[in-house]
């Protein structure tokens, strides 16, 4: 039940939980948790997560190109040095308990408790659902005097660990869905350069955004 009101609980919570952290955090971070919520909430339709999108995307916008969620800059307490303490058994068991949605449990934790909590549980599958393909070059070509076609590349495929850590691996043509690369037949024309994103909201629904230079 709580799956299908998830989307309505992320919108109305974004906002309480934006005015719940002090002023003078706000600055720091609000971009993030606003991200953080809107994202699994499946970018419902209001100004604060139309924003929050907007520079989600303009991070992976280059240069430089940047994590478009930095879940260390909202107030839960995930630190790339810091180590975390599970508390997402005690979450998940206290949503089944209470009738409470496991999103009201999760935001209990941010505004009581720093959300020191370790995110690897299913709830947070949506941030490690987020993937920046940085297609540096590609190109597919008749090369030579004898027409052989020739595939060149230079692609990063940007990942984020079990705990929000974000980090860069090369990858390959093969490995990448059609939206980042079209096609991959020989040809003149058939050459590619730019950056995506792509991610799962709360529910699953795939999204992505493709942006070329």
Known sequence: MWCRSIRNWFFGVAMSLLSSVAPQAVKAYQVDCAILLCLAGGWPASAECAHARAVFIRRITPWPIEPPLQIWRCPMGVSERAPLQSKAPKIW?????????????????????????????????????????DVRHYSHRERGRDDDCSENYNMLLGTYGTQGDFGWQRTTPAAAPQWVLPSRRCSSSNWRRGVGVEWEDHEGSHGYEWVAY
């Open 93 to 133: 068991e206290a949503s089944n308990q209470t009738g409470q949605t496991l999103g009201q449990v999760i935001l209990a934790q941010v505004v009581e408790d720093g959300a020191d909590i370790d995110i690897s549980g299913l709830e947070f599958d949506f941030v490690r659902s987020i993937r920046v393909w």
